[in-house]
Antibody, heavy 115, light 113 residues
Framework: QVQLQESGPGLVKPSGTLSLTCAVSGGSISSNWWSWVRQSPGKGLEWMGEIYHSGSTNYNPSLKSRVTISVDMSKNQFSLRLTSVTAADTAVYYC?????????WGQGTLVTVSS | DIVMTQSPDSLAVSLGERATITCKSSQSVLYSSNNKNYLGWYQQKPGQPPKLLIHGASTRESGVPDRFSGSGSGTEFTLTISSLQAEDVAVYYCQQYYSSPWTFGQGSKVEIK
């Protein structure tokens, strides 16, 4: 059974760069697309972007200029990088497998943007 | 972008009663080549990630109780909980995976009356 686990700093300074990693266990990352979805406090779900094991990416146009997603096949993990963050980027960040629908999801990690 | 609009934003239902949530998409999510609706429903309990309940608008994920059912096609969809249980208190989201960017409804909160 595939499981995902996010990791990374829980606090990022304004104008800084948010970096998170998602470790995939119980299955290979060499199939399906792998996405990042975030949820601002008390708000809904926003898809940020995704990556295929080949390295092909697909980003939400609303974030495209600030988001980079990469994959490390040797470690069976993929990563998110979000630049020029503001308080509006404070959210719980989830990694999730995208095989048409989104399943399974990681537990999520809260990232707060604050000085 | 396909906009997903759910109604109501919240509802309170008595235990054992029916709960119904509607989701409308701004354009059809029915893929004509295979006649499948690219629409999923997710349940999110406090402090937990979303959990897939239904895909293809009406196919229950393995392990999901049969009191949960999905229906609809094209642009209008419904999630029904036939007999609400205490453990069903959650926020429910619909999501289209027809075209990128993949988008979610704003969520519908189900509570006990």
């Amino acid at each position: 059974q595939v499981q995902l686990q996010e990791s990374g700093p829980g606090l990022v300074k304004p104008s800084g760069t948010l970096s998170l990693t998602c470790a995939v266990s119980g299955g290979s990352i060499s199939s399906n697309w792998w996405s990042w979805v975030r949820q601002s406090p008390g708000k809904g779900l926003e898809w940020m972007g995704e990556i295929y094991h080949s390295g092909s990416t697909n980003y939400n146009p609303s974030l495209k200029s600030r988001v980079t997603i990469s994959v490390d096949m040797s470690k069976n993990q993929f990563s998110l990088r979000l630049t020029s963050v503001t308080a509006a980027d404070t959210a719980v960040y989830y990694c999730v497998r995208h095989s048409n629908w989104f399943d399974p999801w990681g537990q999520g990690t809260l990232v707060t943007v604050s000085s | 972008d396909i906009v997903m609009t759910q109604s109501p934003d919240s509802l309170a239902v008595s235990l054992g009663e029916r709960a119904t949530i509607t989701c409308k998409s701004s354009q059809s999510v029915l893929y004509s080549s295979n006649n499948k609706n690219y629409l999923g429903w997710y349940q999110q309990k406090p402090g937990q990630p979303p959990k897939l309940l239904i895909h293809g608008a009406s196919t229950r994920e393995s392990g999901v109780p049969d009191r949960f059912s999905g229906s609809g096609s094209g642009t209008e969809f419904t999630l029904t909980i036939s007999s609400l249980q205490a453990e069903d208190v959650a926020v429910y989201y619909c999501q289209q995976y027809y075209s990128s960017p993949w988008t979610f409804g704003q969520g519908s909160k189900v509570e006990i009356k």
